[in-house]
């Protein structure tokens, strides 16, 4: 017997006080419905509807059981949505310089969880509204790196020079223009530092204010980047410095210097929205690649032993999410 | 020598540096600096990491008033130790006072100042009358003995400051310009007619040896901490910019030196410590081979050296 199907038959009935109203509710023939009714009565061992009289009135046997039988129908249509939103592709707001290759990592750790996972590049404050309105499902959010999860080295990167040399801490006082000696051939015009819409954040952009003029440089030293590929192709010619990180200067070839001041760095923390037990934690399989495909450096080294605990609690946290 | 230090036949300096890079740095500084017609040593070193460049670190020179560096610290170890009072108050009289432009030197009036604001004029102006008032209470050879003792091996202490005056009146009476062509007359032939430009009896150094004075003040490694301390805080206060500290002037770095200028001599020693904790202690030591009260290019040359150097060495 299906009781669902049945048990649907039984409230319908119950609801419209009627066989035939019942029938077109559930969208099935009248004897269908009557015959599942009977089955009912026979498995529940007395009447449920008294059909004695002109209007169809439910039995004292009807009414006791009619609330048990909402209340299994309500939880099987409850598991049917917790299926559903299960199976949906959940958006993961990402940086728009991350490594392709780390983000896929991401997207089969995902399968391999049950969890068709999508990538989708947005600008950082983009991201955290995207948390807040319901179309992320986890984000990469920017704050502060003291207080972050993961860190990220910021540098400069510059026309790639003729020896490849190790990368030595660069200080923003290094960048005044020098002054010249007697005899030097005159200066060229000092290289604007272009900052990626991925550094535009309020957290960042107002310490990197001020970082650069205590070091003696004039603000228009400094200047929004424009589409990444534009800011990159003055880079590589030698007429501009664009602020980024290493793994995305060495891939097109740029020389690169780390930044001294580490308080100028990138900080991430991988983030889902609030639930209504406060914000769930993120699970290692997703923070892992993610720390790499941002170029993390020592990333999120004390959750290492919470790694096993983490991955067994997945299908809890999605089920209670869902 | 250590195998980092390259030689050089005809007067060229020999250069140091601890690695390839740094050892460039030092020879283009040496290069600039003689194609100004500037003999000296420069030495650079890094605190922390220890890390160092520079040439002619060991030729001993005159100090001019660098040496009131050395004064301050023993004057500031005995203030520490209780035996001199820094608040006591020492009247000036310009009638008796020593020679010079800024400070008590040029005032026209007796002046009464503590002991503790004598060592600010010494160090923020480089006030003479200041330093030989200092030199009243501390003598020269106590001065050169706690030196001694302290294991400061090549700075050497042996006259007040007004000496060098005296010493430049003697040689070519009241005539400024007359001095300043004998000391580069007698440089070009090697000589000393003027006693105070002569290493063996002025007040002297090396680089080197001045370079290690500030580093055991900078890490707390000579007097008392006390003394130390405030031996720095005195330094910072320099109004002086326009040679090592001309091109690291910055919100973010800060520069404590002491200047020396007398006749052809220009010199400066220092620290420069950023925000990122980085701290560079220098000293420049150069003698100029022309008959100029000014020379900016020079002192351009100097801070040009600073600058290049500090950001070599710094992490």
Not at chain 1, 41 to 49: C, D, R, V
Request: net charge neutral; aromatic share 4%.
């Amino acid at each position: 017997m299906d009781l669902l199907a049945h048990l649907e038959a039984y409230v319908a009935t119950a609801d419209e006080a009627s066989f035939s109203r019942a029938a077109d509710r559930l969208g099935i023939a009248q004897p269908l419905l009557s015959r599942r009714i009977k089955t009912l009565e026979g498995h529940f061992g007395g009447p449920l509807f008294d059909r004695s009289r002109r209007q169809v009135t439910t039995t004292e046997l009807g009414v006791l059981l009619l609330p048990y039988a909402r209340d299994v129908l309500d939880r099987a249509q409850r598991l049917r949505q917790a299926a559903q939103s299960a199976r949906r592709v959940r958006a993961v707001g990402v940086p728009g310089d991350c490594a392709p290759a780390a983000l896929a990592r991401a997207l089969r750790a995902g399968t391999e969880h049950g969890i068709t996972l999508g990538m989708r590049e947005l600008p950082p404050m983009e991201r955290e509204s995207g948390l807040s309105d319901g179309s992320l499902a986890y984000a990469l959010v920017r704050v502060v790196p003291e207080r972050a999860a993961l860190r990220v080295p910021l540098g400069l990167a510059s026309a790639p020079a003729g020896t490849p040399q190790a990368p030595r801490a660069l200080h923003l006082e290094e960048l005044r223009p020098r002054r010249r000696r007697t005899g030097a051939p005159p200066a060229s015009p000092p290289l604007p530092v272009l900052v990626l819409a991925e550094d535009r954040v309020p957290c960042f952009e107002e310490r990197f204010a001020r970082a650069v003029a205590r070091a003696g440089l004039p603000e228009g030293r400094i200047a929004p980047a424009g589409p990444a590929a534009d800011a990159l192709t003055e880079t590589l010619a030698g007429r501009a410095l664009l602020l980024c990180t290493e793994q995305y200067a060495h891939r097109y070839d740029a020389r690169w210097a780390p930044l001294g001041d580490t308080a100028l760095h990138r900080g991430y923390d991988v983030s889902a929205p609030p639930g209504p037990r406060g914000t769930p934690e993120v699970p290692r399989w997703l923070t892992r690649p993610l720390a790499q495909a941002v170029g993390a450096v020592g990333a999120a080294r004390h959750g290492d032993t919470g790694d096993l605990r983490a991955a067994g609690d997945v299908p809890a946290r999605l089920a209670a999410r869902g | 020598m250590s195998p980092a230090e390259t030689g050089a036949a005809h007067g060229r300096p020999v250069c140091v540096g601890d690695d390839g890079a740094l050892m460039d740095v030092a020879e283009a500084v040496a290069a600039d600096w003689a194609a100004l017609g500037v003999r000296g040593s420069f030495l650079a070193l890094n605190l922390d990491t220890g890390t160092r460049l520079g040439f002619g670190v060991d030729e001993s020179m005159p100090l001019a008033s660098v040496a009131k560096v050395p004064l301050a610290l023993v004057v500031l170890d005995r203030i520490a130790a209780g035996e001199l009072d820094a608040a006591r108050p020492v009247t000036v009289d310009p009638a008796r006072s020593s020679v010079g432009s800024t400070g008590l030197s040029a005032f026209r009036h007796p002046a009464t100042v503590a002991v503790g604001d004598l060592l600010l004029l010494m160090l923020s102006v480089s006030d003479n009358a200041a330093a030989d008032a200092l030199f009243d209470l501390v003598q020269v050879a106590e001065v050169d003995a706690r030196l001694r003792a302290w294991g400061c091996d090549g700075i050497r202490m042996r006259h007040r400051m007004n000496h060098m005056y005296e010493c430049a009146v003697g040689a070519a009476g009241n005539d400024f310009s007359l001095a300043l062509e004998l000391a580069v007359r007698d440089e070009r032939a090697g000589l000393a007619t003027i006693e105070t430009l002569d290493p063996a009896r002025a007040n002297s150094g090396s680089a080197a040896a001045l370079v290690g004075l500030l580093r055991r003040v900078w890490c707390d490694e000579i007097a008392v901490p006390g003394a130390t301390a405030e031996l720095r805080r005195l330094m910072g206060s320099q109004v002086f910019t326009q040679r090592l500290a001309c091109d690291l002037r910055a919100d973010s770095l800060r520069w404590s030196g002491k200047t020396g200028t007398f006749l052809h001599l220009r010199h400066e020693i220092g620290v420069v410590e950023a925000e990122s904790g980085d701290r560079v202690a220098m000293a420049a030591l150069t003698r100029a081979g022309r008959r100029a009260a000014l020379a900016p290019d020079i002192e351009l040359a100097m801070g040009a050296a600073a600058r290049d150097a500090f950001e070599a060495l710094r992490g």
